[in-house]
């Protein structure tokens, strides 16, 4: 089978595409013929090795990935041959709270990931597709959707009538903005691009805020909000915008702090935070449990994730090059079909 690997080193110039054995389902587990896969920022830094010794060479890369189950080992019993399926993030984390052992499972790091013809999984780390989406669409979802989904459903406790800022319109951002719409809460959205953000406003974001034209931008949420602020901030930047998300949020208000994008800013003063009553959180995806919940949100709404551009397999390096120009308005996706 095909796969692709860093062999030697990490950088976008060191991940080859490689002839390997097919892989055999052993017991319990699922052989997948993958369809489709994903990219993420994580995936940047695990190609540039930010992740350092945490990730050991030889390593297939990328999270996220679907596919149909093509054969199963003894005691299968959740999935069968031509089950469509994605496989979870933490391949350990099916439910309850995250530990240290569990965050070790992460395909595409901690083992290898989803970028091959074909993957032999536990059973236990699969999660049905919702039907109506197509197996590239479904690609987008164990990672970035995921991530959304557990800061606004399983630890945001999001309600109708909310309000949620958006930094950006990256893939994490963008199914945050779709989820709260699910929800019947109102999106804020951010970007640099005028273009970006109508497309926010198309996929129902009530405002947007160009923060280059507008480098105050959370003075202009507070206008938006009759000087209240939001319920929720989906935080993919990091230092270098906390300090505005900080005066963004509302008293008694959430930030899901879940990226560092931005440059690195002055020291944070968490003062303002502290007298607003509000909550930094961390999100790091989330478990099997939280994916199951969210497909059978996305299957009821009907949702159907925002791809920016699918690119075939074979160039998958210029995907990882695509991205990081970071000019894309939701999912990357390296088509297999």
């Not at 055999?24 to 994903?38: C, E, F, H, I, W």
């Not at 995921?146 to 945001?156: D, Q, R």
């Not at 007298?275 to 989330?286: E, F, N, P, S, T």
Request: with cysteine; aromatic share 6%.
């Amino acid at each position: 089978m095909r796969a692709f690997v860093f062999e030697d080193g990490f950088s976008l110039d060191a991940l080859k595409l490689t002839e390997r054995p097919q892989p055999k389902p052993g017991p319990g587990q699922a052989l997948v013929r993958v369809r489709a896969n994903s990219l993420n920022y994580r995936d940047l830094v695990v190609a540039s090795g930010g992740y350092g010794r945490h990730v050991k060479l030889p390593l297939i890369p990328l999270s996220d990935g679907a596919g149909e189950v093509v054969e199963v080992g003894a005691r299968v019993t959740r999935v069968g041959p031509g089950s469509r399926v994605a496989a979870i993030f933490m391949q350990s984390w099916l439910e309850g709270a995250l530990t240290e052992d569990k965050s070790k499972s992460a395909l595409g790091g901690g083992m290898d990931g989803m970028l091959a013809e074909y993957v032999a999984l536990d059973e236990e780390g699969l999660v049905p597709i919702p039907e109506h989406l197509s197996y590239a669409e479904a690609a987008t979802l164990p990672c970035a959707a995921v991530t959304a989904w557990n800061a606004l459903v399983e630890e945001g406790g999001i309600r109708a009538g909310d309000s949620v800022l958006v930094l950006g319109t990256g893939g994490v951002s963008i199914f945050a903005l779709q989820f709260a719409r699910l929800h019947g809460a109102r999106v804020i959205a951010t970007s640099s691009s005028d273009d970006k953000l109508a497309r926010a406003i198309e996929l129902g974001a009530s405002d947007g805020i160009n923060y280059r034209k507008t480098p105050e931008w959370a003075k202009r949420v507070l206008e938006l909000t009759g000087g209240a602020g939001v319920d929720h901030v989906i935080e993919v930047g990091g230092a270098g915008t906390l300090p505005q998300s900080f005066r963004a949020v509302r008293f008694g208000g959430r930030i899901s702090l879940i990226g560092v994008l931005a440059e690195p800013g002055a020291q944070v003063d968490p003062r303002p935070l502290m007298m607003k009553g509000a909550r930094l959180q961390g999100i790091y995806v989330g478990s099997r449990e939280m994916f199951a919940s969210m497909n059978r949100a996305i299957a009821l709404g009907g949702l159907r994730p925002a791809i920016d551009r699918v690119f075939p397999f074979a160039k998958a390096p210029e995907a990882y090059r695509y991205m990081k120009n970071a000019g894309h308005f939701g999912k990357i996706v390296v088509s297999q079909e």
